[in-house]
């Protein structure tokens, strides 16, 4: 059964750091590149962060460059998002995404929401 389940959101203030796990389960997982999502309310599911299968390549969008990093450990079956200087405007569900030509998963997602 494949399973992508995240971890780490909650509430945090402007300016705050968060720690995002998505911990991967029931296939390859070193296979697959992996992605994070966001989709803040009334708006579109949008790619935050990308890392290939073995962690060489990493890619971001315009927003969170130099705030976010993506990383993973094969070894572990877990991708992180780690996200600093956080801004109101990261308030959103982050969904953890797992992707190769034929095959795609989705975790059900984890709330972040910053706020004062």
């Known amino acids: 059964q494949v399973q992508l389940v995240e971890s780490g959101g909650g509430l945090v203030q402007p300016g705050g750091s968060l720690r995002l796990s998505c911990v991967a389960s029931g296939f390859t997982f070193s296979n697959f590149a992996m992605n994070w999502y966001r989709q803040a309310p009334g708006k579109e599911r949008d790619l935050v962060a990308a890392i290939t299968s073995a962690g060489r390549i990493t890619n971001y969008a315009d927003s969170v460059k130099g705030r976010f990093t993506i990383s993973r450990d094969n070894a572990k079956n877990t991708v992180y998002l780690q996200m600093n200087s956080l801004k109101r405007e990261d308030t959103a569900v982050y969904y953890c995404?797992?992707?190769?030509?034929?095959?795609?998963?989705w975790g059900q997602g984890t709330q972040v929401t910053v706020s004062s």
């Open positions: 995404n797992a992707r190769t030509i034929k095959y795609e998963y």
